[in-house]
Structure formats: structure tokens, C-alpha cells
């Protein structure tokens, strides 16, 4: 049943990072209120949202309060307790569900949900007993031994060479419970991202080209250049797993393609995700508004895209030599400069984004490349 919160009411966003930052942009310009709950303060989220609270999110007491001030909330991460979030579905709707959190918040229930699914993903086993580890790695290896939940961006991540490698790569993580992946070859990486509103209806964006740095995403192109059968593969492929999760919001599904030309599913992302921020300049209407609409009930917007184009993240290695060179990247009429309001650059840090419209995906990410050169050569 669909439920509808009208522009005017109030939106509630757990986590207070930049992905929060744009969806509350996204949301004010619809004339929502937002309210944000994180453990800091002076937040990306914050600087932007009506209101700030500044709690941890174990403080039930508080998660309660905040729930209960809001017409429904969302998530800008997926690792959120489940405590929490009961916390909140006693107070409040919740979209996406707790149980879509619970099951992609950790690789083992993410991966066996897609197989049940019959979606193709990465081979892999379960990882919890040292004999495990020696079964995948004798016919997995060479691989990726990752932990089984609070993973990001390469984070509790290593990579298992040969078999003789898979102990000390096991220590590394902790003997945590993980799941070791075969490595794959892949020819490149490519992610769709969508949206399902409540009433069913969904939007595809992509599939968008993907280039990863140490692990983090560092350029994405849209149109990706990918032939018309692995473009309708991969939005079929996403359209099956939103409607199995009934999921109702913005969704990433990160993709390899192998050299063989067939699609596997690396990772789902249960929000809006890095590869869509070029939707903000390039679409109609972006990922964040996609995500304000779906949660609050309203018809989704059109994904239609308007110009090529390409997203270059801006690490706080930009900020390296000091303040990056603005002006002369502003100069450039084609340029779209997102800034996350964070007051340290550090090292792979996400301080910002760039994004680039051109007539080519190809000039478009060409141009998105030298306007990364020009900020970082402000000596
Ligand atoms: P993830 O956090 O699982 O998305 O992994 C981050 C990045 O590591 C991916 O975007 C890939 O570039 C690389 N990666 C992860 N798993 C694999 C794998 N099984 N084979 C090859 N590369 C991988």
C-alpha cells in the first residue's frame, strides 16, 4: 500500500555523510524538512538538514526520539544494526526495509539471496572454520577474501594469491566470518543504478562505466559504451532483484563483465551510490530526487538523459599540495563542481565531485580527466 508524505512533511536521513547531503539537497528543493541523525556533528548531512542530532547509533533512546519526529526515514549506509532499525520501524515507515539492510548488509546472506534468485554472481564459499578456508582456497584461489559484513570500498578486503597465501590473508581480517570470491578477470566494471517507487513502477539509469582506484571508485561514464544486449541484461538483472526485495527507493547493483561478455553481480548498494552522481547533472531527474520520491510515495521522475556524461571523484589526495586550483577547473563552461562540506582532506577521502556533459561519453570523460590534472596543479 502506497503512503504518501507531501512535500512539506518531514524526512529523516540515518548517516550524515554526502550521499545524505544530496538526497537532503534533492529533498529541500522538493520542500521537504530533514532531519539527520549521526554520531558527529557539523556534518555534510547537518550543514544542509533543519536538524542535526548528534547521537550514537546504539543510543535507542535517542533513534526512538528521532523516529519519532519524522514521516519516514532512510539510510545513506547499509550497515546499520538491527536493533536500530526496529528501533525505528516502531516509530516510523522505513524505506528501504529492515529486511532488505539485513540482507545486503553481509556478502554471505547478499550473495546466497541473489543464487536463490537465479541472478549469476562471483563463485565464492562460506568462510567460518579453517577447514572452510582451505576447501575455497584449494578451488578458488587465486581470489578475494572479504568479510562477511561491514564492508566498503575495498575495506576488510585481501587478496588471496594461492592456496599457501589463504591463512595469513584470514589473519589479516581477523578470522572474521567472510566469504572467499573467486577473481575475476573481468574486462570492465559497470553498475546500474534504479529506482522502485511504492507503487511498483521502477527507473533505470546506466549501465554506467566504472574505473576503480585502490579499490575506490574513481571515474564513472554514462552512456558506459556497452552493447545493447548486456544493457538490457543488466537492467533486467536489477529489475529481478528489486522486485524480489520489494524494494522501494534508489539501488545500485555493481556489476563485472567478463571476457567471456556475461554479466556477474559484485555487490549491491540498498541507496543511491557513487557511479549515480552524474545523474544529478546529466539526467532529468537524479538518483537523490529518485530516492526522496520513491520513499515519500510521489511518481518517480524521468530518468531520461540529457547530454553524455562523466563523474571524477575528488579524493582529499587533491588537497595534497594545498587548495586545489578552482578557478581554472570553474572555467570550464561543461563542469559541474559538488563539494561535501567536509573540513579535512585526507587521503582517499571523498571531499567532492566533478561532473563533465559533453557530446561523447568518450570527450566527456576525457574532460572529466584533465579537469582533475588542472585542480591538482595548484603549485
Ligand atoms: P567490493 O567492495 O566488493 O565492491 O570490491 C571493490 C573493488 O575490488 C571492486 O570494484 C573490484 O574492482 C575489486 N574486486 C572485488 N572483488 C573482486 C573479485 N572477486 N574479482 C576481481 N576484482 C574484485
Known amino acids: 500500500m502506497s503512503h504518501c508524505v507531501l512535500p512539506g512533511g518531514t524526512l529523516g536521513v540515518l548517516g550524515s555523510g554526502q550521499l545524505g547531503r544530496m538526497f537532503a539537497i534533492a529533498a529541500r528543493r522538493l520542500g521537504y524538512r530533514i532531519h539527520v541523525l549521526s554520531p558527529e556533528s557539523d556534518t555534510p548531512t547537518g550543514q544542509v538538514a533543519d536538524k542535526e542530532i548528534q547521537a550514537s547509533y546504539q543510543d535507542l533512546k535517542a533513534v526512538e526520539d528521532f523516529a519519532a519526529e519524522v514521516d519516514v526515514v532512510t539510510f545513506e ?17 522505513v524505506h528501504p526495509a529492515g529486511r532488505v539492510l539485513h540482507t545486503t548488509q553481509h556478502r554471505l546472506r547478499e550473495k546466497n539471496f541473489l543464487q536463490s534468485i537465479s541472478v549469476p554472481v562471483t563463485p565464492f564459499a562460506a568462510i567460518r572454520s579453517q577447514e572452510d578456508l582451505e576447501n575455497a582456497a584449494s578451488t578458488h584461489a587465486p581470489g578475494v577474501l572479504k568479510t562477511a559484513a561491514w564492508g566498503y570500498d575495498g575495506k576488510g578486503q585481501v587478496k588471496v594469491e594461492a592456496p599457501t597465501d589463504a591463512i595469513a590473508a584470514w589473519e589479516q581480517i581477523d578470522r572474521a566470518e567472510a566469504i572467499f570470491e573467486k577473481f575475476v578477470d573481468f574486462n570492465q566494471e559497470l553498475s546500474i543504478v534504479a529506482a522502485r517507487g511504492q507503487d511498483g513502477e521502477c527507473a533505470f539509469y546506466g549501465p554506467m562505466a566504472n574505473l576503480h582506484e585502490n579499490h575506490i571508485l574513481s571515474i564513472s561514464v554514462c552512456p558506459g559504451g556497452f ?18 526485495l520489494n524494494y522501494v527507493g534508489t539501488l545500485c547493483v555493481e556489476f563485472f563483465l567478463t571476457q567471456d561478455g556475461s554479466l556477474l553481480v559484485n555487490e549491491l548498494a540498498p541507496r543511491p551510490h557513487n557511479s549515480g552522481h552524474l ?11 529518485q530516492q526522496v520520491r520513491a520513499i515519500a510515495g510521489l511518481p518517480l521522475g524521468s530518468p531520461a538523459q540529457i547530454k553524455p556524461a562523466a563523474m571524477v571523484n575528488l579524493l582529499g589526495d587533491v588537497w595534497q599540495n594545498g587548495d586545489p586550483d578552482w578557478s581554472s577547473a570553474l572555467a570550464n563552461n561543461n563542469l559541474k563542481l559538488h563539494l561535501y562540506g567536509k573540513r579535512e582532506a585526507r587521503v582517499g577521502r ?3 565531485h566533478i561532473n563533465i556533459l559533453s557530446d561523447t561519453p568518450e570527450s566527456a570523460k576525457q574532460l572529466a580527466v584533465s579537469a582533475l590534472q588542472s585542480l591538482k596543479n595548484n603549485t
Do not use: P, W, Y
Open 350 to 352: 571523498k571531499m567532492g
Open 279 to 289: 545523474t544529478i547533472d546529466g539526467h532529468r531527474t537524479c538518483q537523490f530526487e
Open 77 to 93: 549506509f547499509e550497515n546499520v544494526d538491527s536493533q536500530t532499525v526496529e528501533a525505528i520501524e516502531r516509530n516510523t515507515r
Open 227 to 244: 552493447s545493447e544486449k548486456v544493457t538490457s541484461e543488466a537492467q533486467e538483472i536489477t529489475r529481478a532483484i528489486l522486485e524480489a
